[in-house]
């Protein structure tokens, strides 16, 4: 079982940047990918990043050429650095761990946290 905490949401303004960091009780070495959801109220949880382990990325439309994820496994660590962010980026952030393919969804999960980008 594995933990995951976020951390560095916040409030900022548009074209601004934030760093969210994700980090895990244990070892994420054999975990074999990462990634991070967003969700804003009565819509679904939506893709925003994702790396195996493996280091290939992938990225939802909404943020492709201004987020870029990051994992640091010596830290048991993965980043999410935002950019130019914008107010629809505003929503609660969530690091999840551990693809399964059989459920076709991430096992593990942190609890979120907040991003709110002013106008």
């Known amino acids: 079982q594995v933990q995951l905490v976020e951390s560095g949401g916040g409030l900022v303004e548009a074209g601004g940047s934030l760093r969210l960091s994700c980090t895990a009780s244990?070892?994420?070495?054999?975990?074999?990918?990462m990634g991070w959801y967003r969700q804003v109220p009565e819509k679904e949880r939506e893709l925003v990043a994702a790396?195996?382990?493996?280091?290939?990325?992938t990225y939802g439309d909404a943020v492709k050429g201004r987020f870029t994820i990051s994992r640091d496994n010596a830290k048991n660590m993965v980043f999410l650095q935002m950019n130019y962010l914008k107010p629809e980026d505003t929503a609660v952030y969530f690091c999840?761990?551990?693809?399964?393919?059989?459920?076709?969804?991430?096992?593990?999960w942190g609890q979120g946290t907040q991003v709110t980008v002013s106008s």
């Open positions: 244990g070892s994420i070495v054999d975990i074999n990918a």
């Open positions: 999840a761990g551990q693809w399964d393919f059989g459920r076709r969804n991430f096992l593990y």
């Open positions: 790396i195996s382990d493996s280091d290939t990325s």
